[in-house]
């Protein structure tokens, strides 16, 4: 089982709709949690970062954290082409003391 | 506030020849973290250095190397390269070890 899963997508979506992407993890001891977007070429960049369970949000971006399901999803309300892009999750692991990022998941916004 | 700077932005090397990336993280983080990115493997966490030691390390061979200096910039070497050390080197740096990582904007090595 990889330490961090995400399914790789392509995920596509009609601009306007809600964009769910979906991150799971292995390490119950797990602390902190991430979501980076990556265009094409370019570095990631940090979208949200949670470290509690529930909801935070950030102007369109929700992110949502369930520690007892190991799960952890970001939402893109009102999805706009510019969204187009790789989502990669990133978790903090305690017992390596590193980030562990999943593989991404690239997501579609069609106009 | 200056974002992560990582020098040079492109590079080509020879097989054989070794390399050394740079990178200058955000003032005041002591956190600085090296990453490989392919599109096959994705991002492959190279070595995490924080204080001037190396905290942690990925499974890459020896020819990887690293250090940071007492200002928290960070160098990588990769000696004798391979074909399949091409790929997009990222430098991330945070506050803590455990804190937010903000990445640069990569060092893109071809090796021919």
């Known amino acids: 089982q990889k330490e961090v899963e995400q399914n790789s997508g392509p995920l596509s979506v009609p601009e306007g709709a809600i964009a769910s992407l979906n991150c799971t993890y292995s390490?119950?001891?797990?602390?902190?949690f991430f979501w980076y977007r990556q265009y094409s070429g370019k570095s990631p960049e940090l979208i949200m970062s949670i470290y509690s369970n529930g909801d935070k949000e950030d102007g369109r971006f929700t992110a949502q954290l369930n520690k007892a399901s190991q799960y952890v999803s970001l939402l893109i309300r009102d999805s706009q082409p510019s969204d187009s892009a790789t989502y990669l999750c990133a978790v903090f692991t305690s017992g390596t003391y590193k980030y562990i990022f999943g593989t991404g998941t690239r997501l579609k916004v069609l106009a | 506030k200056a974002g992560v700077t990582q020098t040079p932005r492109y590079l080509i090397k020879t097989r054989g020849q070794q390399v050394t990336l740079s990178c200058s993280p955000i003032s005041g983080h002591r956190s600085v973290s090296w990453y490989q990115q392919t599109p096959g493997q994705g991002l492959q966490f190279l070595f995490e250095y924080f204080s001037e030691t190396q905290r942690n390390k990925g499974n890459f061979p020896g020819r990887f190397s690293g250090r940071q200096f007492s200002n928290s910039r960070s160098e990588m070497n990769v000696s004798t390269l391979e074909l399949g050390d091409s790929a997009l080197y990222l430098c991330?740096?945070?506050?803590?070890?455990?804190?937010?990582?903000?990445f640069g904007q990569g060092t893109r090595l071809t090796v021919v």
């Open positions: 390490d119950r001891g797990s602390q902190s």
């Open positions: 991330a740096s945070s506050l803590t070890r455990e804190t937010e990582a903000f």
